[in-house]
């Protein structure tokens, strides 16, 4: 993981899911990131038709607001600050501040904001706007508990207290996608993974916070599960993994279907693993 940030970046984006092709907002993505004095190693961005990559294959800096609606902004952090503009670090490390920002349904002038999963303070739009300095929450204050994994995969929706909300039906489709594929491919202890997961996704448990990144690049997983953790985002995304040669993959036709499987369905399916993952005990049965 980087052990720095720039002071602070805000990466310029339209309000969709990926941005294939864009030039128009990566110049203004980089006339943005350059006006705040942003080094250009930090926020050098490659558009593809499967997401906004990262050239340093750990930063995913994205900036959303539907100028008509509801808003959610994301940017970077300086680490250790006492003060916020935008707020947001990225989405794969667990080693920085970061938070979420939000205007939510039910009150649409009431920001909250999350730092660190540990506490969370509420500030003023017109604190947010303009970067005021923002106390420290009291105690008792009200937490929000935000899952924005699924947050992340569904863009178009705010997710308050860790419900999956509109994002039910798109998991569970590419949950029922994934249990497909490794069903026809013998892929049995990744079956077991994705049922597992769609059951809670159907119980409707609600999540607690996660920070993505503290599953990457390992944590003691099996290769099997760090190689489909990694080819969820592609080969070149996180790093670390430079080939698919291993025996999970020495069958190409395999390999061909997951590749395609994995392009069409992109970050969403390590938001799933991770939903998953998260919620394994010890007598699941399946080996991690």
Same mark, same amino acid.
């Given at each position: 993981?980087?052990?720095?940030? /720039?002071?602070? =970046?805000?990466?310029? /984006?339209? =309000?969709?899911?990926?941005?294939?092709?864009?030039?128009?907002?990566?110049?203004?993505?980089?006339?943005?990131?350059? &006006?705040? $004095?942003?080094?250009?190693?930090?926020?050098?961005?490659?558009?593809? &038709?499967?997401?906004?990559?990262?050239?340093?294959?750990?930063?995913?800096?994205?900036?959303?607001?539907?100028?008509?609606?509801?808003?959610?902004?994301?940017?970077?952090?300086?680490?250790?600050?006492?003060?916020?503009?935008?707020? *947001?670090?990225?989405?794969?490390?667990?080693?920085?501040?970061? /938070?979420?920002?939000?205007?939510?349904?039910?009150?649409?002038?009431?920001?909250?904001?999350?730092?660190?999963?540990?506490?969370? =303070?509420?500030?003023?739009?017109?604190?947010?706007?303009? $970067?005021?300095?923002?106390?420290?929450?009291?105690?008792?204050?009200?937490?929000?508990?935000?899952?924005?994994?699924?947050?992340?995969?569904?863009?178009?929706?705010?997710?308050?207290?860790?419900?999956?909300?509109?994002?039910?039906?798109?998991?569970?489709?590419?949950?029922?996608?994934?249990?497909?594929?490794?069903?026809?491919?013998?892929?049995?202890?990744?079956?077991?993974?994705?049922?597992?997961?769609?059951?809670?996704?159907?119980?409707?448990?609600?999540?607690?916070?996660?920070?993505? $990144? &503290?599953? *990457?690049?390992?944590?003691?997983?099996?290769?099997?599960?760090?190689?489909?953790?990694?080819?969820?985002?592609?080969?070149?995304?996180?790093?670390?993994?430079?080939?698919?040669?291993?025996?999970? *993959?020495?069958?190409?036709?395999?390999?061909?279907?997951?590749? /395609?499987?994995?392009?069409?369905? $992109?970050? =969403?399916?390590?938001?799933?693993?991770?939903?998953?993952?998260?919620?394994?005990?010890?007598?699941?049965?399946?080996?991690?």
């Amino acid at each position: 993981m980087l052990g720095y940030h /720039a002071n602070m =970046a805000v990466a310029v /984006a339209h =309000a969709t899911p990926y941005l294939a092709g864009d030039d128009e907002a990566l110049k203004e993505f980089t006339y943005a990131a350059g &006006r705040l $004095g942003v080094r250009q190693e930090l926020y050098t961005v490659l558009f593809n &038709r499967s997401g906004v990559l990262a050239k340093n294959r750990r930063q995913w800096f994205q900036y959303l607001r539907d100028h008509g609606g509801k808003r959610a902004f994301l940017a970077v952090l300086p680490k250790q600050a006492d003060y916020w503009e935008i707020p *947001f670090n990225h989405a794969f490390t667990g080693n920085h501040n970061w /938070a979420v920002c939000i205007e939510t349904e039910d009150r649409p002038n009431y920001w909250h904001l999350r730092i660190n999963s540990s506490y969370s =303070a509420n500030p003023s739009e017109e604190q947010v706007e303009t $970067g005021r300095e923002i106390p420290s929450p009291r105690p008792g204050e009200e937490r929000i508990e935000l899952h924005w994994g699924l947050f992340l995969a569904d863009r178009e929706h705010v997710f308050v207290r860790g419900k999956l909300a509109a994002c039910e039906q798109q998991l569970n489709t590419l949950l029922t996608d994934l249990i497909l594929f490794c069903a026809e491919n013998e892929l049995e202890e990744w079956r077991s993974v994705f049922v597992r997961s769609l059951s809670i996704l159907e119980s409707k448990i609600d999540l607690p916070i996660m920070e993505m $990144g &503290r599953y *990457f690049p390992s944590r003691g997983y099996s290769p099997r599960v760090q190689r489909l953790l990694y080819s969820a985002l592609g080969a070149d995304v996180l790093g670390g993994m430079d080939s698919w040669n291993d025996q999970y *993959f020495q069958n190409q036709e395999v390999k061909a279907r997951f590749d /395609a499987l994995s392009s069409r369905i $992109g970050p =969403a399916v390590v938001e799933a693993i991770v939903v998953a993952l998260d919620q394994f005990e010890p007598s699941s049965g399946v080996t991690l």
